[in-house]
């Protein structure tokens, strides 16, 4: 696996996240830069991070809580299009 190192930023809180990551591929290019999330209740985790013209995505690998969390609830994907500066 090509492991990469991300930083994802929240520039109104100025918080950073920091994230290991793999690549993942699609058919087509992605037509908007999105964060895609798995939620499990009222609890969020970040899946996948895709940029806008790219076939090449980032795939986050399971927290140990998400998978406990995956063994009582069934998951659903929650898009949020990002903006990259």
Do not use: C
Not at 28 to 38: A, D, I, M
Not at 60 to 67: D, H, L, P, Y
């Amino acid at each position: 696996m090509d492991g990469k190192t991300l930083m994802l930023r929240n520039g109104d809180a100025k918080q950073n996240l920091i994230v290991q990551a793999i690549s993942t591929e699609s058919l087509k290019p992605s037509e908007k830069t999105k964060l895609v999330f798995h939620r499990y209740a009222d609890r969020y985790f970040l899946a996948e991070v895709w940029v806008e013209g790219n076939d090449l995505g980032h795939q986050i690998a399971k927290s140990s809580r998400e998978k406990e969390l995956a063994m009582d609830y069934a998951v659903e994907h929650v898009v949020v299009l990002a903006q990259l500066h």
